[in-house]
């Protein structure tokens, strides 16, 4: 079992920039590629970016590619990801997830997911 906490969500203008954070604990995090995803009010979840497991291969969508970075510390257990440039449309429920040895891109194949944390960007 792998139990996920993300923090660092709130409140930003448009431009200004997040760090969200993932803890993990339980099994190792870095037998897993990570994910994270996001879900908008009204909308079905989304993928945003996932990262292999030693952090040194990425994927994201195409709506955050160049705004947003994710990235993992094994030896801290904890995923990241650095979102820049926020737009109102980020406006979502960021979650993180634990894929298997490889990263994907859905959600149906997440092993693990943390609770979320809310992000609200203002126009």
């Known amino acids: 079992q792998v139990q996920l906490v993300e923090s660092g969500g709130g409140l930003v203008q448009a431009g200004g920039s997040l760090r969200l954070s993932c803890a993990a604990s339980?099994?190792?995090?870095?037998?897993?590629?990570m994910n994270w995803f996001r879900q908008a009010p009204g909308k079905e979840r989304e993928f945003v970016a996932a990262?292999?497991?030693?952090?040194?291969?990425?994927l994201y969508a195409d709506s955050v590619k160049g705004r947003f970075t994710i990235s993992r510390d094994n030896a801290k257990n904890t995923l990241y990801l650095q979102m820049n440039s926020l737009k109102p449309e980020d406006t979502a429920v960021y979650y993180c997830?634990?894929?298997?040895?490889?990263?994907?891109?859905?959600?149906?194949?997440?092993?693990?997911w943390g609770k979320g944390t809310l992000v609200t960007v203002s126009s």
């Open positions: 339980g099994r190792t995090s870095s037998m897993y590629a």
């Open positions: 997830a634990a894929a298997g040895d490889i990263m994907v891109r859905t959600a149906s194949r997440m092993r693990y």
């Open positions: 990262i292999s497991r030693s952090g040194g291969s990425t």
